[in-house]
């Protein structure tokens, strides 16, 4: 993992001014809204050279990642205070700081210790409540009517038997289809792009290659793919880890693999 708070000479520099500044912060927050507001608007225009522009800008882009740099691990219960960060820049370029390069680097590696450990935790919690609010789906489904099970453990219902082609493994398929989690987030949807999607079907997840052959073109099945023949352990923004996955599967056409052309 990359060490999320590192703070560099050139950065310590810039913040200086905002240490310096911080009782005149404190004034700031009481101003009125229209004081703030043309405070921010003379900011922009009291620094005349392209120098002292450069630097300002300099400031502001730094502060903004410094207040990211805080905030994220406050996400997950690391609260680090913004005045003792300011207080770490002030004595630096006072020369009186408290840390030794060595007691900093120490101190940073820690955190960047702590943060994985605590987002691991996280990921590990998150990834069994998935599993099991899975587990759960999948036995509620089986028992509905007219749901199929594989040997793999794919369930499906036949909403709809097509009558065209079925299509095999190294075919590619044109399909409309929704994904959702089993909580009912919907994920992906083609039916939303307003697009069928096409793509070899051995170019998916397993669970997709092995259902969609089980279709015949014109079919609409609902198909829920266990965690082992989707993502598994994989975490994504919109995919937690262990998810059981919810499809809805349209086979519009299948076109079948070419032969390579033969030698001249």
Known sequence: ??????????????????????????????????EQAQSAASATTQYKTDDEKAAYAIGVSFANYLNTSIEKPAEIGINLDKDIVLK???DVFSDKSGM?????????????KRVSEKMQAQAAEKSAASKKAGDEFRANFEKEDG???????????????????????????????????VDGTKFDSSYDRKEPATFPLNRVIPGWTEAVQL??????????????????????????????????????????????????
């Open 1 to 34: 993992m990359k060490p999320i708070f590192k703070v560099s000479l050139l950065a310590a520099t810039v913040l200086l001014a905002v240490g310096c500044q911080k009782e005149e912060s404190k004034d700031a927050q009481t101003a009125a809204p229209t």
């Open 88 to 90: 770490g820049i002030e």
């Open 100 to 112: 030794t390069e060595e007691e900093t680097a120490k101190v940073l590696q820690g955190l960047d």
């Open 147 to 181: 749901v199929k099970k594989t040997e793999s453990g794919i369930l499906y219902k036949v909403e709809k038997e097509g009558t065209g082609a079925t299509p095999k493994a190294t075919d590619t398929v044109v399909v409309n289809y929704e994904g959702k989690l």
């Open 215 to 264: 279709m015949k073109v014109g079919s609409k099945y609902q198909v829920v793919i266990p965690p082992e023949l989707a993502y598994g352990e994989q975490d994504t923004p919109t995919i937690p880890a262990n998810s059981t996955l919810v499809f809805e599967i349209e086979l519009m056409s299948v076109k079948a693999e070419q032969a390579p052309a033969a030698a001249q």
